[in-house]
T-cell receptor, first 114, second 116 residues
Framework: KQEVTQIPAALSVPEGENLVLNCSFTDSAIYNLQWFRQDPGKGLTSLLLIQSSQREQTSGRLNASLDKSSGRSTLYIAASQPGDSATYLC?????????????FGAGTRLAVHP | SQTIHQWPATLVQPVGSPLSLECTVE??????LYWYRQAAGRGLQLLFY??????ISSEVPQNLSASRPQDRQFILSSKKLLLSDSGFYLC???????????????FGPGTRLTVL
């Protein structure tokens, strides 16, 4: 059974710091891995999607890496800003029961203070 | 462009009452549709998914049911709510066949359900 774990569960940093959020998964047979952002009481916004054949993806100040063999992904946030405060979720997509499915971690709650 | 709507945004219901949450997608056809629940402090749990009208698959046994009466409409229902049904319900859609491995999922704004 695929399990996704995110560490740390919560993080509070001053503005300007570079951050690393960690995601690990137990079964390396995944199609891809997706990082999402969720603001309080809101839906999910997709940040980055890394295919299983890729090692990393970049979008602006965000960089996500994937090491499928070791079951790990990291989301790197450069020069953090208060507007980055949100919960960050990672999810792996795998084939199960006839369909591909997203399996989510519990998230990392990030607070960036001025 | 594609958009996904959910309503209501928030709902407070007594135990034992019925439930109907609606999700609609615009700007695409034959999407794969998904219902997730997010309990406090926990990750999203897939409840139902659908690859077409009238085709519903349940991921976990529960007090809820889903229906897809139209191509871009997905409904989550219950005949009698339980306290444990409280949570944040998210609808999502994805492109293409569900069997394809690389399609992203795009999420709606969610419905906050509180059962008292």
């Amino acid at each position: 059974k695929q399990e996704v774990t995110q560490i740390p569960a919560a993080l509070s940093v001053p503005e300007g710091e570079n951050l690393v959020l960690n995601c690990s998964f137990t079964d390396s047979a995944i199609y891809n891995l997706q990082w999402f952002r969720q603001d309080p009481g809101k839906g999910l916004t997709s940040l980055l999607l890394i295919q299983s054949s890729q090692r990393e993806q970049t979008s602006g100040r965000l960089n996500a890496s994937l090491d499928k063999s070791s079951g790990r992904s990291t989301l790197y946030i450069a020069a953090s800003q208060p507007g980055d405060s949100a919960t960050y979720l990672c999810a792996v997509r795998r084939f199960s029961g006839g369909y591909n499915k997203l399996i989510f971690g519990a998230g990392t709650r990030l607070a960036v203070h001025p | 462009s594609q958009t996904i709507h959910q309503w209501p945004a928030t709902l407070v219901q007594p135990v034992g009452s019925p439930l109907s949450l609606e999700c609609t997608v615009e700007g695409t056809s034959n999407p794969n549709l998904y219902w997730y629940r997010q309990a406090a402090g926990r990750g999203l749990q897939l409840l139902f998914y659908s690859v077409g009208i009238g085709q519903i698959s349940s991921e976990v046994p529960q007090n809820l049911s889903a229906s897809r009466p139209q191509d871009r409409q997905f409904i989550l229902s219950s005949k009698k709510l339980l306290l444990s049904d409280s949570g944040f319900y998210l609808c999502a859609w994805g492109r293409g066949q569900a069997q394809q491995g690389n399609n992203e999922q795009f999420f709606g704004p969610g419905t906050r359900l509180t059962v008292l």
